[in-house]
């Protein structure tokens, strides 16, 4: 289901731009054009945005007799209108078997070029498209052709890959295909007899136990085919070998080690189970990082305005209190970008409080590691030094939007802060919530440590709000509110989270009725008792104790929803990726746009 909708996502994107690049360029003016400069390089249905290798007659020869590959050949023609719309399909099977391209290829011949005519006429393709299959160490001769593919459907992907994978899965009972890991399904009862005859290097052994055909065990073993120390098989309805490893829910991914013992068990929703994989080995530090495919935010976004987007707004309020990565980063960047920013020279206290308030960020905002070295960099920029100007800060928060830089995961936009009017919420709701979010952080992280400072984030906030916050009404009211309610007194982290609670609260009472509040999220007494009817009381005062509970569980690491934010990003290593075409491990549009918290992968990377 997950798989199919994934395709379904791509196959529209893919679909919309070739429709657009129907408008664009008109069938007659390419003939044209290709007619008068016979060089040009034909407009064929692939080019390098997807992972479809273009085979013509002069390089057909060399690359697909005799190699060390297998390949899959779609013989087309440009302006057949059944070929067209096979097209996004076909890219689906590709981009299936992208992270195998070393071993199976997925490739195209277009027909309509002139120079592929001897080509298709020696493969006597009579009809468009045809699907050949040639293997490995294949040899030209009289009448090798390659073996005839059945495209099962236009449309359906699955259904195509399924195909494909017969087709690998029947090679490799003849002994052919040698190269590619083990697709066969794995017939024995007994787990562990998957450490049998493997190489002695592989430590885990993934077993994805399906109650039915599905792709997903093959997907997940090509996937990881190069990850030298695993081996994932899968097995469809195998009841004895579920039954001895007491799996009854499926699919079901079971990780077992050499030594003869199951160290994990995972029942994912079929989409997952390369997440948990990844997730896996990236603990381990098996670099998993090349899966790790990063979205273009603009996609991102369409794609979570495209969950409901006539009610985000309910959606939200569904999901209750929640921290959403991508309020914590739009606050981010408008507080560094703009509020910050906008001071012309930051010298003296100012100076002080920045620097305060970054190393609060460094220790506790969670950001994948290009983004924790940017918050580094800001932190020296600003040390050592006895002012700082603001156009120059501007420019560094400027760069790291750049797309490459892959420093923020989500799109600059509002999730948990989203306002029913653009004037509504947003930055100061997104401010309070970073807040909240720090102080509970810093008492997470440092329970039971001596030395730590319980005013850290309160002292960090209050300077921010003093020297920076642009509403200067709500800093003016914050100070005071600091002094009055004794800031300087927290003595304990939790008197800190608790401090914030019972002063947001204070101007929550205040606000509540004011012109300025969003109809839609009327100013409360936080929590409600809705959402938490364990922290009151009968006569309706709050149990302090309760309430902390529940601020810990909100505004904890693990409830952290990553909605529109490209957990690639969070968990991307040093290297710089390359190739940024969609269908991550981590990163499908899929999961991207779930509304669960992903508690497994909540911590991000733990720093001192
Ligand atoms: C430091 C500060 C001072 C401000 N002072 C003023 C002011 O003087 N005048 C003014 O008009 N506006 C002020 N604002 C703005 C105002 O408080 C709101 O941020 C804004 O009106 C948007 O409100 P909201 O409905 O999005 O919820 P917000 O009050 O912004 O709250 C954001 C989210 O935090 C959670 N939350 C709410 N209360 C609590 C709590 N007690 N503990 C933990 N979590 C909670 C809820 O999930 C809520 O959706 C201030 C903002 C800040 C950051
Ligand atoms: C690939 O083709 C699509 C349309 O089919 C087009 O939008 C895109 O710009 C092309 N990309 C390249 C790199 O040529
Ligand atoms: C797998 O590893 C081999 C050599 O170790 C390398 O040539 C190949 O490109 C790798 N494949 C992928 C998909 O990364
Ligand atoms: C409400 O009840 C609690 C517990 O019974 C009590 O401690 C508290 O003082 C009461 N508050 C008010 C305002 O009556």
């Given amino acids: 289901m997950g798989l199919a909708f994934q395709h379904f996502f791509k196959i529209i994107l893919i679909l919309s731009l070739y429709i657009s690049y129907l408008h664009s360029a008109s069938v007659d003016i390419q003939q044209r054009k290709y007619r008068e400069v016979p060089q040009v390089q034909y407009a064929s249905l692939y080019n390098a945005s997807d992972e479809v290798e273009e085979l013509t007659a002069n390089n057909f020869d060399q690359n697909v007799y005799n190699s060390n590959r297998a390949w899959l050949v779609e013989f087309y023609n440009t302006w057949c209108g059944h070929c067209q719309r096979y097209a996004p399909t076909y890219k689906g099977v590709a981009n299936y078997f992208k992270h195998s391209k070393d071993l199976f290829v997925v490739a195209a011949v277009d027909c309509a070029n002139d120079i592929n005519q001897p080509l298709c006429r020696y493969f006597d393709i009579m009809g468009y498209p045809t699907l050949r299959y040639f293997h490995e160490n294949f040899l030209k001769g009289i009448k090798n052709f390659g073996v005839t593919v059945d495209k099962p459907s236009v449309s359906n992907v699955d259904e195509n890959v399924k195909t494909v994978i017969n087709t690998l899965v029947s090679e490799q009972k003849e002994n052919r295909a040698q190269m590619l890991p083990n697709l066969l399904p794995y017939e024995h009862n007994d787990a562990f007899k998957i450490f049998d005859s493997v190489k002695p290097e592989i430590k885990y052994g993934f077993l994805i136990l399906e109650s039915d055909k599905s792709i997903l065990g093959v997907d997940a073993a090509l996937t990881f085919h190069n990850v030298s120390s695993i081996s994932v098989r899968y097995s469809e309805h195998n009841e004895e070998l579920s039954s001895s490893l007491e799996i009854k829910e499926f699919p079901a991914l079971v990780i077992l080690n050499r030594e003869g013992s199951k160290v994990e068990e995972k029942i994912p929703r079929i989409e997952h189970a390369k997440r948990y994989i990844a997730a896996f080995l990236k603990q381990r530090d098996i670099n998993v990082d090349k899966?790790?495919?990063?979205?273009?935010?603009?996609?991102?976004?369409?794609?979570?305005?495209?969950?409901?987007?006539?009610?985000?707004?309910?959606?939200?309020?569904?999901?209750?209190?929640?921290?959403?990565?991508?309020?914590?980063?739009?606050?981010?960047?408008?507080?560094?970008?703009?509020?910050?920013?906008?001071?012309?020279?930051?010298?003296?206290?100012?100076?002080?409080?920045?620097?305060?308030?970054?190393?609060?960020?460094?220790?506790?905002?969670?950001?994948?590691?290009?983004?924790?070295?940017?918050?580094?960099?800001?932190?020296?920029?600003?040390?050592?030094?006895?002012?700082?100007?603001?156009?120059?800060?501007?420019?560094?928060?400027?760069?790291?939007?750049?797309?490459?830089?892959?420093?923020?995961?989500?799109?600059?936009?509002?999730?948990?802060?989203?306002?029913?009017?653009?004037?509504?919420?947003?930055?100061?709701?997104?401010?309070?919530?970073?807040?909240?979010?720090?102080?509970?952080?810093?008492?997470?992280?440092?329970?039971?440590?001596?030395?730590?400072?319980?005013?850290?984030?309160?002292?960090?906030?209050?300077?921010?709000?003093?020297?920076?916050?642009?509403?200067?009404?709500?800093?003016?009211?914050?100070?005071?509110?600091?002094?009055?309610?004794?800031?300087?007194?927290?003595?304990?982290?939790?008197?800190?989270?608790?401090?914030?609670?019972?002063?947001?609260?204070?101007?929550?009472?205040?606000?509540?009725?004011?012109s300025t509040e969003d109809p839609e999220f009327p100013k409360k007494q936080f929590p409600t008792a809705e959402r938490c009817p364990e922290c009151r009381y009968s006569n309706e005062t709050f149990k302090e104790q309760q309430v902390e509970k529940y601020l810990r569980h909100v505004y904890s690491s693990i409830n952290v929803r990553y909605m529109g934010s490209d957990l690639g990003i969070l968990h991307m290593g040093l290297e710089k990726l390359t190739g940024t075409s969609g269908g991550g491990v981590f990163t499908s549009i899929d999961s991207i746009i779930r509304w669960l918290p992903v508690a497994y992968l909540g911590y991000i990377y733990a720093r001192h």
Avoid at 314 to 334: H, I, N, P, W
Avoid at 385 to 412: C, F, H, M, N, R
């Fill in 291 to 514: 899966y790790i495919v990063i979205h273009n935010k603009k996609e991102i976004l369409e794609a979570v305005k495209n969950v409901g987007q006539e009610n985000l707004v309910s959606k939200v309020k569904e999901v209750g209190d929640a921290v959403f990565q991508m309020d914590l980063e739009s606050t981010l960047r408008v507080s560094l970008g703009r509020e910050v920013a906008r001071n012309k020279v930051i010298d003296g206290e100012k100076l002080n409080a920045l620097r305060a308030y970054l190393k609060v960020l460094i220790k506790y905002f969670p950001l994948g590691k290009r983004g924790y070295f940017f918050l580094n960099d800001l932190l020296s920029t600003v040390t050592n030094t006895e002012s700082v100007s603001g156009a120059d800060l501007y420019k560094l928060v400027k760069d790291s939007e750049k797309p490459e830089q892959l420093i923020w995961s989500s799109p600059k936009e509002w999730l948990g802060c989203i306002g029913s009017t653009p004037a509504h919420r947003r930055y100061p709701c997104g401010l309070w919530t970073m807040f909240h979010y720090l102080t509970v952080q810093a008492a997470e992280r440092n329970a039971g440590k001596k030395e730590a400072n319980p005013k850290e984030v309160l002292n960090a906030m209050y300077g921010y709000i003093k020297y920076f916050f642009g509403c200067s009404d709500c800093s003016q009211h914050f100070q005071a509110m600091a002094a009055e309610r004794n800031m300087d007194k927290v003595s304990s982290l939790r008197d800190s989270v608790m401090w914030l609670w019972a002063a947001h609260n204070v101007v929550n009472k205040r606000l509540a009725g004011d």
